[in-house]
């Protein structure tokens, strides 16, 4: 997982420990948003990359990525994901897929 990410855990777990019942409850609702169900794990973190892109989001990009290569998504499954995000998103996507996921990916070794 990239320096990125990791400081942004971190930091997280410190707002975490200042405010336990809002990130307690924000915990569980990420829990509850993409544990299997009608959708697997694996989609729902590819339509939260999707999002991620299309909100400009560099830590929604970078964690929802790991996440879905954790969940068994290769780089083919990821980029048709963000495909969608130009769709919702429109060059601002673009330019996010090319600055951050590509990059991203590369760094991660992800085929």
């Given at each position: 997982?990239s320096?990125k990410?990791?400081?942004l855990?971190?930091q997280?777990?410190g707002?975490g420990?200042?405010?336990?019942?809002?990130?307690?409850?924000f915990?569980?609702?990420?829990?509850?948003?993409?544990?299997?169900?009608?959708?697997?794990?694996?989609?729902k973190?590819?339509?939260?990359?999707?999002?991620?892109?299309?909100?400009?989001?560099e830590y929604?990009?970078?964690f929802?990525?790991?996440e879905?290569?954790k969940?068994?998504?290769n780089?083919a499954?990821i980029?048709?994901?963000?495909?969608?995000s130009?769709?919702?998103?429109?060059?601002?996507?673009v330019?996010?897929?090319?600055a951050?996921?590509?990059?991203?990916?590369?760094?991660?070794?992800?085929k």
């Open positions: 997982m320096e990410i990791e400081k855990e971190k997280m777990m707002f420990k200042e405010t336990p019942s809002l990130m307690g409850s915990m569980k609702l990420d829990h509850e948003c993409v544990k299997d169900g009608l959708l697997s794990h694996k989609i973190e590819l339509m939260a990359l999707s999002i991620g892109i299309a909100i400009r989001c929604c990009i970078r929802h990525t790991a879905a290569v969940a068994g998504a780089r499954e980029l048709e994901a963000a495909g969608v130009v769709f919702m998103g429109g060059g601002p996507a330019a996010y897929i090319a951050e996921l590509l990059p991203l990916l590369d760094e991660m070794g992800v």
